[in-house]
Structures are given as structure tokens and as C-alpha cells.
């Protein structure tokens, strides 16, 4: 039976006469890899803050492992861990130090066990006693991902973990979010970038001014396109030659046959493109 962790339905917020999000609805099921694909600005962090219970919904209703954000803030804070586009690790203390730290502020059994255990699943192990202020960018972004988990929230939301990190610990970090998922825990992640999207993501949904324009499965998303072509591939090249006209008359063998579907960059410009701009 698929389990719904998150129930998000007819969600709006606005910053006066800004709309940001107008009327949001999905569903996010446990032990999956939610992609809340969005440009800058198009509401991907106000959705974040809304089910992580740290700003309010002017209406709609929204349900984190079947507790309401709104009336049973406590339960959904005791479930789930947030981390933002920016770390926040103590630079003074050591990566140890700040793992530690957190386990005694959640009061925690076995601290010095559980942080070890994190401290190896994100191979922080050598730099372990060193000041975070030394640490590279991608070293932070683990820590402070690793400085969430304790406790082993059942949910996860990475707001654009990648941001500023380059192509190596992009995607090293692309690794541990499958190592997440895999081991049971439902990951939303918000980003910008498609490709990250499309190699992480279960589900995706594409909001752009305030609405989701579409949702589903990467796979799924390249097939609502109205334009798609397809692939085919001769023996020879003398057959490729005379394939348009002599195909039926001729019985040339095709070696196979395969869709051709957009990228999801195609899918996503053409959607926020019908909606101009909004």
C-alpha cells in the first residue's frame, strides 16, 4: 500500500499584493524523492516554509505524515528536518563538535555513536576534529545535511542543496540523496537546476506563478509534450537513403525502433512559455 506523507491541497500565501503561491496542490508519497522544479523566485522556499511550519498559509491545507502544519505544528516539527539553501554550522566548533551539539539539544541516546555513524555515512571521518571554517563548500553542505538527519527524521527538505557547490560535490551530493531515499527517508528536495531534477526525482512538479503546471514522473512529464518525434535505425546507409519513399513497398528492415522524447528542459521552457511568463 502507497503511503501519502505529504498532502498538500489548494495552498495560497501572499506578501501584500504579491501572490506567491495562488492555489498549490500534490501529494508526496513516503520513501520517495519529491522535485519541486521551479525558476528564482517562483515560490519553491514559501512552499518549504509552509510545511516545515515556519510561516502560515493564508489558505488552503497542508498534512505532514497526517498531522496539519498549521493546528499540530509540534508533531510535524518531530517528524521532519529542514535544510536551507545556506549552512548552518557553527564554523568556530569542529564538524564533531556540531553533530554533538545537536545530538544533546534533540536529547538523544548514544550521542557519541550516532555521530560517528554520520560522520562515516558522509565521509567526514578524516576532518572530523578540524574547525568547520576550514572546511570546502561541499564538506559544509554534508555536515550540515548530516547536522539534520540526527535523529533520523522520517522526512527531509533540501531547499536547493546544491546551490554554489561545483560539479564534484553537486553530484556527491546527488549520490547521498539516493542513499537517503533508499534507506527509507522521503526527501523533498526544491531546485532549479533540470537535470538535478530529473536524475534524483520519483515525482516532480513544475511551479511557476504560484500553480503547479504539471506533475508526474520524469518519464511521464516528456510525454505530455504535443510534439515528439522518433528514431529509427537501418542495416545500411543505402537503406536509410531510400527509407522515406520505399519503406512500405520495399519491406526494409528496421535494426530498431526508439521513441524520441524532449528533455525535460524542453518541458519545462514550452510549459512556463504557454503560461507567458507569469
Not at 542513499?179 to 527509507?184: H, I, K, S, V
Request: proline residues 3%.
Amino acid at each position: 500500500m502507497i503511503e501519502t506523507m505529504i498532502d498538500v491541497s489548494g495552498l495560497k500565501k501572499s506578501y501584500k499584493a504579491n501572490h506567491v503561491l495562488k492555489d498549490v496542490s500534490f501529494t508526496v508519497r513516503k520513501g520517495s524523492v519529491f522535485a519541486l522544479l521551479g525558476s528564482n523566485g517562483a515560490g519553491k522556499t514559501t512552499v518549504v516554509k509552509i510545511l516545515s511550519t515556519l510561516m502560515k498559509p493564508d489558505s488552503g491545507k497542508a498534512t505532514i505524515n497526517g498531522f496539519d502544519v498549521v493546528r499540530q505544528g509540534y508533531y510535524v516539527r518531530e517528524c521532519i528536518s529542514l535544510t536551507g539553501q545556506f549552512t548552518a554550522v557553527d564554523e568556530v566548533l569542529t564538524g564533531r563538535e556540531n553533530l554533538n551539539l545537536i545530538g544533546q539539544l534533540k536529547r538523544l541516546n548514544d550521542v557519541k555513536n550516532k555521530v560517528n555513524e554520520w560522520l562515516a555515512f558522509f565521509h567526514l571521518q578524516d576532518a572530523a576534529d578540524s574547525k568547520v571554517s576550514t572546511y570546502s563548500g561541499g564538506m559544509r553542505r554534508r555536515l550540515d545535511i548530516a547536522m539534520s538527519l540526527m535523529g533520523k527524521p522520517q522526512i527531509i527538505f533540501l531547499d536547493e542543496p546544491t546551490t554554489g557547490l561545483d560539479p564534484q560535490n553537486r553530484i556527491a551530493m546527488w549520490d547521498l540523496v539516493k542513499e537517503l531515499a533508499a534507506g527509507g527517508t522521503t526527501v523533498f528536495l526544491t531546485t532549479q537546476y533540470l537535470e538535478e531534477a530529473e536524475y534524483l526525482a520519483d515525482y516532480i512538479a513544475i511551479l511557476h506563478g504560484g500553480e503547479i503546471l504539471a506533475e508526474g514522473t520524469p518519464q511521464y512529464l516528456k510525454t505530455i509534450m504535443p510534439q515528439r518525434g522518433a528514431q529509427l535505425n537501418f542495416q545500411s546507409e543505402e537503406q536509410a537513403a531510400e527509407a522515406m519513399a520505399l519503406l512500405n513497398e520495399n519491406g526494409i528492415t528496421i535494426d530498431s525502433f526508439e521513441q524520441k522524447l524532449p528533455s525535460l528542459e524542453k518541458v519545462f521552457l514550452t510549459l512556463t512559455d504557454e503560461k507567458g511568463g507569469k
